[in-house]
């Protein structure tokens, strides 16, 4: 068994990005070189389709159909270069008739008319159809495009369009080869376009980071001027990073070189500020919008709803209600992303009457709730166990609002299983497939993570065999759950096979993954290599979480080796984790098992000093404990000492020991009536 331990060990992956693949190259057919100039017949065809074209008479189209050539085609679109749209309509029509081919410079001819005519979003579609479903090399198309402009006094901002449709299908190495490319023969794309591949950059990949600020860099060395728009997408990039003093200072250099920010700018800052537990700094920038502004810019919904939204991430869900009224004021009416961040946020501080309050006054201010409100009420409701209000609240959705999407079925799935109703999982689960509505593997993982739970085997394997025959595949989560369960199984050989595979299948173990091995060499009492593992982690660079160091610590106090116990509890401290109700909880555990109740009772001190809430769990541990070794006027009082500072009790804790003592106590007969 050894053996594999360190086998384990030594192989936990590093992380890597994997490199994208780019659209094929077949080519559209050849283009021939320009006729001589047009003999009588074909001027009198020209003439003809003209006159029959500027009165859209396609009957009489179709008859001269079998005359169509490509320089004919391309002199109809560049006569019609003052009307676009009949243009675009006459190119259609050519690219309907079976006996003619379009070729590539016609084509772009058609996209320079239509960029000219600043029909933008119809000359991208011709681009993004050529380089998609054509295939045609983006080179190809710059060549024609160059040819073409060249020869009939096309469009230069056509080049700008080449850069934004690469984009647009996902191939931003293609528009950086055009840009260098057009570079390289001394043509400058615009700022614009630029700032269209850095923004492409920017949100392709959370991991493009360095591609966003190496391509950044290389427009500045080449002599671009930044605009506005180029700012704001460097202050975006530096709040997604977490850098959010570095982007303050963009700001400032933007104010000092006379770019002034329009609101973009301030919306990006404060959302930054809101993503980064800042929240208060991007209050206090959201009330100076107009003095850093010279009192041109106003907040705007978009505004309000970043802070509104950061507010009740932040536990201020109150705050963030008093914001949204203070934003009718100012006559901004909210929208429904704005209701949706405020009953998201008291669904998660458990006040789902206040989330259901808000509900309905979206429906009194006539905003539509949308999919995403329900489903984020829905989630709340059956985290918290109100699976009946779940139930109202999704007859009401399919009945007036909105319909199920795969999310609500996920929600669904996984909710019922959370409140052990396996039988109305699995029910959506099938319904979610006759609906073509299970387009992902997490209400598999909700199922298998159950059914591993309650024992059943055979029913786990039956829906494996379902999950592969649907296309899918086994994801990080579902090895993770295996795992779990082997290790709880105590099947380590089993569970390191399984992490084996998860590798070998390209899926890399997260940190959730790694807090189940860790727990499972703890629950085996191989703390050793637990810590191990630990330390290889940090090696590679990731980030451990309060689970993995309270894993740690019940570990080593249910072993009696308190001083590495407290050792970790200082580690965690120290890399800026901070100690929360489950850490107290495990060592007011520990303190009541070895008898040193009164230290147990001061730790509960300590707690609620720091402004820690104990939980139901703090309860049962300390009103268990007590109740088997003090007095039951100790027991009471400790109920009342804790009920009175907020401690939720444990329902089954009460009735099972408090009320019974307090019934004993009153039966007693009074001491003065004896």
């Known amino acids: 068994m050894l053996a594999s331990l360190f086998r384990f060990i030594v192989k936990i992956p590093p992380l890597t990005l994997q ?97 000219s005519g600043r029909l933008f979003d119809e000359a ?33 901002d056509a080049y700008d369009a080449l850069v934004r449709s690469c984009t647009q299908i996902g191939t931003g190495e293609d528009a950086c080869l055009v840009i260098e490319t057009l570079r390289a023969r001394g043509v400058w794309v615009s700022i614009h376009a630029c700032n269209n591949l850095l923004n492409h950059l920017l949100m392709s990949s959370p991991d493009a980071g360095a591609a966003f600020w190496n ?81 041109t810019i106003k907040p705007n919904v978009v505004t309000f709803n970043c802070l509104i939204n950061g507010l009740c991430k932040a536990g201020k869900v109150e705050d963030g209600e008093k914001l949204m009224k203070d934003m009718l004021e100012t006559k901004i009416l909210p929208n429904v992303q704005t209701y949706a961040s405020l009953v998201d946020g008291y669904g998660r501080e458990g006040k789902p009457e206040e989330a259901l309050r808000l509900l309905i006054e979206m429906l009194d201010y006539g905003i539509v709730p949308n999919i995403v409100v329900y489903n984020s009420l829905l989630n709340w409701l059956f985290k918290q166990g109100y699976v009946e209000e779940a139930c109202f609240l999704l007859s009401d959705m399919k009945k007036v609002h909105a319909s199920p999407d795969h999310y609500t079925y996920a929600i669904l799935v996984n909710g019922y299983c959370r409140n052990g109703n396996v039988q109305e999982a699995i029910r959506y689960y099938i ?41 899918l595949t086994p994801d990080v989560v ?37 807090n189940s091995i860790i727990h499972g060499f703890c629950r085996m009492e191989l703390l050793d290599v637990a810590l191990l593992v630990i330390e290889e982690l940090r090696r590679t660079g990731m980030l451990l979480d309060v689970f993995t160091y309270n894993t740690m610590i019940n570990g080593y106090l249910s072993n009696h080796r308190v001083d590495e116990a407290f050792h970790i509890c200082h580690d965690m401290q120290r890399v800026g984790i901070a100690v929360n ?57 400790l109920h009342d000492y804790m009920v009175i500072r907020g401690v939720s009790p444990d329902d089954f804790t009460y009735k099972t020991i408090v009320s019974i003592l307090i019934l004993a106590e009153e039966a007693q007969p009074c001491p003065a009536l004896i």
Request: aromatic share 10%; glycine share 4%; proline share 4%.
């Open 19 to 115: 490199p994208r693949r780019f659209i094929s190259q077949s080519r559209l057919p050849k283009t021939p070189s320009l006729p001589p100039s047009p003999s009588l017949e074909s001027q009198v065809i020209f003439d003809a389709i003209c006159i029959n074209l500027r009165r859209r008479k396609w009957k009489f189209l179709q008859q001269v159909s079998p005359h169509l050539t490509g320089p004919l085609v391309r002199r109809v679109i560049l006569c019609f270069r003052s009307s676009p749209q009949l243009a675009l309509e006459f190119f259609n029509w050519t690219s309907q008739q079976q006996r003619f081919s379009v070729d590539l410079d016609t084509h772009m001819v058609l996209v320079h008319v239509l960029v």
């Open 431 to 471: 319904q979610s497939i006759k609906e073509k509505l299970l387009k992902d593997i997490i209400p598999y993982n909700s199922l298998i993570s159950y059914l591993f739970k309650q024992g059943s085997i055979y029913e786990v394997k039956q829906l494996l065999g379902r999950m592969f025959g649907s296309g």
């Open 581 to 637: 109700e489950v850490t107290c909880n495990i060592f007011m555990d520990y303190l009541c098992r070895i008898g040193c109740f009164e230290q147990a009772k001061d730790l509960l001190r300590i707690m609620l000093d720091r402004l820690f809430i104990p939980d139901h769990i703090t309860y049962t541990i300390l009103i268990t404990a007590f109740s088997k070794n003090c007095s039951a006027n100790e027991v009471i009082e």
């Open 215 to 295: 391509m950044y860099k290389e427009i500045l060395a080449v002599g671009y001027v930044e605009n506005v728009n180029t700012f704001n997408l460097v202050i975006y990039g530096l709040c997604r990073e977490s850098k959010i003093q570095e982007a303050f200072s963009v700001l400032y250099r933007m104010l000092k070189g006379r770019i002034f920010p329009n609101i973009a700018t301030f919306n990006i800052l404060i959302d930054g500020c809101c993503r980064n537990d800042v929240v208060n700094l991007g209050y206090d920038l959201f009330k100076k919008i107009k003095l850093v502004s010279g009192n």
């Open 478 to 514: 579902t090895y993770s759950i295996f795992i779990d369960r082997l290790f709880k199984n105590r099947n380590i050989d089993d569970a390191l096979e399984v992490y084996d595979e998860m590798v070998k299948e390209g899926q890399w173990p997260n940190l959730i993954t790694y």
């Open 124 to 156: 991208l579609c011709i681009m993004r159809k050529l380089m998609g479903d054509g295939a045609v090399p983006v080179l190809e198309l710059l060549d024609s495009m160059a040819r073409t402009r060249k020869r009939y006094n096309g469009c230069r």
